[in-house]
């Protein structure tokens, strides 16, 4: 059975003056992607629950939070709570993050985590039911316009073979330098959930390049 596609456009790479506007360009991806830095956990500080309040309320899509925050714990909960439709969290920034993922999806919102490239896979194998979404980094998190780091497909395929042998429905998703070009290696090594910043936004026409990547992707995906 072939798997659904998903394509979530970076608002990293939007104009953020005119983001209600941006927000509108891409109304037929699956998710926004909203990338929460807070200068600590990454060397980079975006933008808090105020400005992602904001976002859910204007955009023509649901919210796929990404959180590179320190204390995942107990700051999490709080984009859930905002109405998020899917809330990711870095396995390196919790203390307890199977009882985070509980929380989450008691609140009601997708509970995601993301491992860094140089985070190991393995140690959520025993877990995968306990999560809606796992995030591998194919850049450092931090920074959008990166360069695809395609070393990280084999921990790709490994997660993708091990969810298929547990029968697990989680998303597989990656995020950094997606484009036209690396979109299809992603799928191939086991990838559904694409998450793409300046391939998107900086296109002439974002409706046309989601649909060129959800096309090619799912010419990949099995």
Do not use: C
Not at 88 to 110: K, N
């Amino acid at each position: 059975m072939t798997r659904d596609v998903r394509i979530n456009p970076s608002i990293l790479a939007a104009d953020f003056v005119n983001m209600q506007a941006e927000l509108a360009r891409i109304a037929t991806a699956d998710f926004v992607h909203v990338d929460v830095m807070d200068n600590h956990f990454v060397p980079n500080l975006t933008f808090g629950p105020q400005m992602v309040e904001r976002i859910q309320a204007t955009s023509p899509v649901p919210l796929d939070v990404h959180l590179m925050i320190t204390d995942a714990d107990r700051n999490a909960p709080t984009y859930a709570e905002l109405g998020a439709a899917s809330v990711t969290f870095h396995l390196e920034a919790a203390v307890d993050p199977i009882a985070l993922a509980r929380r989450l999806r008691s609140i009601g919102a997708r509970a995601g985590v993301a491992v860094k490239p140089a985070t190991p896979i393995e140690p959520l194998f025993d877990h995968l039911e306990e999560f809606d979404q796992i995030l591998v980094m194919t850049v450092e998190p931090g920074f959008g316009g990166q360069g695809f780091m395609a070393d990280q497909m084999p921990k790709l395929q490994r997660l993708s073979a091990e969810a298929r042998r547990r029968g697990s429905q989680v998303w597989l998703q990656v995020d950094g330098g997606i484009g036209e070009s690396t979109i299809s290696q992603a799928a191939d090594a086991g990838a559904d959930t694409f998450v793409a910043g300046s391939a998107v936004f900086g296109a002439g026409d974002p409706g046309a390049a989601i649909a060129a990547l959800r096309a090619t992707a799912a010419s990949h995906v099995h």
